[in-house]
């Protein structure tokens, strides 16, 4: 089971962090990925960190601004968000799979989401 939590309002140019905390004793079997969907558009990838954390995915709309990371022995992985903008605004996913994957309907498990809203 994933809970993601941390979303909320922020202004453009702001940060946020999100969390999102599994349950279980195999998260370090899985990757963990970010998704958003924002109203009336398809979930998108945003990005992944492998089972050990050393290696990172982006989509190009986030890369130099966003930042995957995960804790093992805390189940958690993290997506830290700065320099917001109004188009960032989407309901934020967390998932796992065993696999490396950027397309969303190829992911197993899937958290509740997150709502970030970046007011312009």
């Known amino acids: 089971q994933l809970q993601a939590s941390g979303g909320g309002l922020v202004q453009a140019g702001g940060s946020l962090r999100l969390s999102c905390a599994a349950s279980g004793r195999a998260f370090s079997n899985y990757v963990m990925g970010w998704f958003r969907q924002a109203p009336g558009k398809e979930r998108e990838f945003v990005a992944l960190?492998?089972?050990?954390?050393?290696?990172?995915v982006y989509a190009d709309s986030v890369k130099g601004r966003f930042t995957i990371s995960r804790d093992n022995t805390k189940n958690t992985v993290y997506l830290q968000m700065n320099s917001l903008k109004p188009e960032d605004t989407a309901v934020y996913y967390c998932?796992?799979?065993?696999?490396?994957?950027?397309?969303?309907?190829?992911?197993?498990?899937w958290g509740q989401g997150t709502q970030v809203t970046v007011s312009s």
């Open positions: 998932a796992a799979d065993p696999f490396i994957r950027t397309m969303a309907n190829e992911y197993d498990y």
């Open positions: 960190v492998t089972r050990s954390g050393s290696g990172t």
